[in-house]
């Protein structure tokens, strides 16, 4: 696609349940982060993905994170029995193939809108 | 203590004045450095990235100081089209490809 999308870009849930939050790349794009974002705060990271391989998941907070990009495409966040303190904004991004990276040969990241989770 | 470190602000400054935000990192093995802006409930955007000569886009100037382990962002002649979270962005060499934000600087440019 043009950008990069998330669904739901609101989502909100009584505390103990499961929620999914999903993440298109843009169209051809290696790389896919997620970042959790709470107010007046920086994306603070959760994990990364190489085509459909999770290179990094070490900001997962606990084993109620997963994540999964089972296509190299489209990724899936999942928090089960969810908690208060997991409300935040969740943000993801992509970035592209290597050749065509800047040149400090680090990924630049284009970011979607982002999920906003409330957990009641 | 955070592996990058900015002043939160907010900064509030009139109209045409010149602005520095400043961020820290704490690792050595830092890699690659990149400023990021972020409006008001939207997401972070690349504003430019930081090399190790210093690097200038029109009225933005950023430095890199390796040895002091801090990068910093000019803006000069401020519109107040800039008023934004500007947001410091490191990756180091030991932890692959993942890119570690500060929490980011307020900046309220007024009339």
């Known amino acids: 696609g043009a950008g990069v999308s998330q669904s739901p870009r609101y989502k909100v849930t009584k505390r103990g349940q499961d929620v999914a939050l999903r993440c298109d790349p843009i169209?051809?794009?290696?790389?896919l982060y997620w970042y959790r974002q709470a107010l007046g705060q920086g994306p603070e990271f959760l994990t990364y993905?190489?085509?459909?391989?999770?290179?990094?998941k070490s900001g997962l907070p606990n084993d109620r994170f997963s994540a999964e990009r089972p296509e190299g495409s489209i990724s899936t966040l999942t928090i089960q029995r969810t908690e208060q303190r997991d409300s935040a904004m969740y943000r993801c991004?992509?970035?592209?193939?290597?050749?065509?990276?800047?040149?400090?040969?680090?990924?630049?990241?284009?970011f979607g809108a982002g999920s906003r989770l409330t957990v009641l | 203590r955070k592996e990058v470190e900015q002043d939160p602000g907010p900064f509030n400054v009139p109209e045409g004045a010149t602005v520095a935000f400043n961020c820290t990192y704490s690792?050595?093995?830092?890699?690659?450095f990149f400023w990021y802006r972020q409006d008001c409930r939207k997401e972070p955007k690349l504003l430019m990235s930081?090399?190790?000569s210093g690097n200038e886009d029109g009225r933005f100037t950023a430095q890199l100081n390796r040895a002091s382990q801090y990068i910093s962002l000019l803006i000069r002649d401020s519109k107040l089209s800039d008023s934004a979270t500007y947001l410091c962005?490191?990756?180091?060499?030991?932890?692959?490809?993942?890119?570690?934000f500060g929490q980011g600087t307020e900046l309220s440019v007024k009339p």
């Open positions: 962005v490191v990756t180091f060499r030991n932890q692959g490809g993942k890119l570690i």
């Open positions: 991004a992509s970035s592209p193939r290597e050749d065509r990276r800047e040149r400090t040969g680090a990924n630049v990241l284009t």
């Open positions: 930081v090399y190790s």
């Open positions: 169209s051809g794009h290696v790389s």
């Open positions: 993905f190489n085509y459909e391989a999770q290179q990094d």
């Open positions: 690792n050595s093995a830092s890699q690659s």
